[in-house]
């Protein structure tokens, strides 16, 4: 089982929805990240939020927008989003950035119609 | 650039030992790390190593780590047909800023 939760599991929306991915840990981690990974590749760092301050943005298009309410929650905010965008989101949280181990939770499975 | 390298595919049978081979660029990485992910899961963190290691065991897992060479090994002891999946080297990038993986090599266990 993953310390890091990851809602919905699967989510299916079309162009001109607005969705939102959540992501939740309470290991009190303030290190918190989002990834894409397309089928058979390696993940994708999208954002990277440390003490819920966005740190890193990985060029990622402005449709993709990232949240972080408090030191335990990340969200993902979709909107306008293009059949290519079709991934697995995967969240992810450490101790302290990249210095300490990343612990993924089970990814969101986002299928743009 | 930073680069992980990994060999794609390797088959074994069960109960046979597995070895997946890594290589890597930045010889200042701390920490190198395994990852697994099964089909249609998230990534579970298997083991990581400190790069002033050479060695780590852990149950069926042993990390054995050439920092000449910039090679990193896993080997899975009595491997089961639940190992079957993809596993991921990572190393941190110099900058501290990025998780580079590896392309993951795709174990397939057989009976």
């Known amino acids: 089982d993953t310390e890091v939760t990851q809602t919905p599991k699967h989510l299916v929306m079309g162009m001109t929805n607005k969705k939102s991915l959540k992501c939740e840990q309470h290991?009190?981690?303030?290190?918190m990240y989002w990834y894409k990974q397309k089928a058979k590749k390696p993940p994708e760092l999208m954002f990277v939020y440390s003490y819920e301050k966005l740190s890193i943005n990985e060029s990622v298009p402005s449709r993709f927008s990232p949240e972080c309410p408090n030191s335990s929650l990340l969200n993902l905010h979709l909107h306008a989003l293009q059949p290519e965008d079709s991934a697995l989101y995967l969240c992810?949280?450490?101790?302290?950035?990249?210095?300490?181990?990343?612990?993924f939770g089970n990814g969101t499975r986002l299928t743009v119609t | 650039g930073e680069d992980v390298e990994q060999s794609l595919f390797l088959s074994v049978r069960e109960g046979d030992s597995s070895v997946i081979n890594c290589t890597y660029t930045?010889?200042?990485?701390?920490?190198l790390y395994w990852y697994k992910q099964e089909p249609g899961a998230g990534l579970q963190l298997l083991t990581y190593?400190?790069?002033?290691?050479d060695m780590k065991q852990d149950q069926r897992l042993t990390v054995l780590l050439n920092k000449k060479d910039k090679h990193l090994s896993l080997r899975i002891a009595d491997t089961q047909t639940g190992d079957s999946a993809i596993y991921f080297c990572?190393?941190?990038?110099?900058?501290?800023?990025?998780?580079?993986f590896g392309k993951g090599t795709t174990l397939s266990v057989s009976s």
């Open positions: 990572a190393e941190i990038d110099q900058a501290g800023t990025a998780l580079i």
């Open positions: 290991m009190g981690h303030r290190a």
């Open positions: 930045d010889s200042s990485s701390t920490y």
């Open positions: 190593i400190f790069s002033n290691m």
């Open positions: 992810a949280s450490s101790q302290e950035g990249f210095g300490s181990p990343l612990h």
